[in-house]
């Protein structure tokens, strides 16, 4: 029962109240309320995977690219095998199979 009233007690204290309502305007009312803040980590969690995505990509890329700089029989597979170039005395044909979905990033 004293406990009850050394509740009271702080809650009749004005500063009391003014942090009260200080913190809850603060915490839900605010332009950068808890839930916004929430919602930001979220975005940066999925802007950080998005990153991890495409650094892989280009290291990817980049690899293909010293491959066709340094050798002559791989950028003739590459345009055959992109652009579907071919010699003079060559034919083409192109078969087109049901591919599983592409790879997205996350």
């Known amino acids: 029962m004293q406990k009850t009233y050394k509740i009271l007690a702080y809650l009749k204290n004005k500063y009391i109240i003014a942090v009260l309502v200080f913190l809850v305007l603060i915490i839900f009312y605010d332009r950068n309320d808890i839930f916004v803040q929430l919602d930001r980590a979220k975005q940066v969690n999925a802007l950080h995977q998005?990153?991890?995505?495409?650094?892989?990509?280009?290291?990817?890329?980049?690899?293909?690219?010293?491959?066709?700089?340094?050798?002559?029989?791989?950028?003739?597979?590459?345009?055959?095998?992109?652009?579907?170039?071919?010699?003079d005395n060559e034919e083409i044909f192109i078969v087109d199979s049901v591919a599983p979905a592409a790879q997205t990033h996350p």
């Open 50 to 87: 998005s990153k991890a995505f495409y650094e892989q990509e280009i290291e990817k890329t980049n690899k293909e690219l010293n491959a066709l700089e340094s050798s002559d029989n791989a950028v003739q597979r590459y345009a055959r095998e992109h652009f579907f170039m071919k010699k």
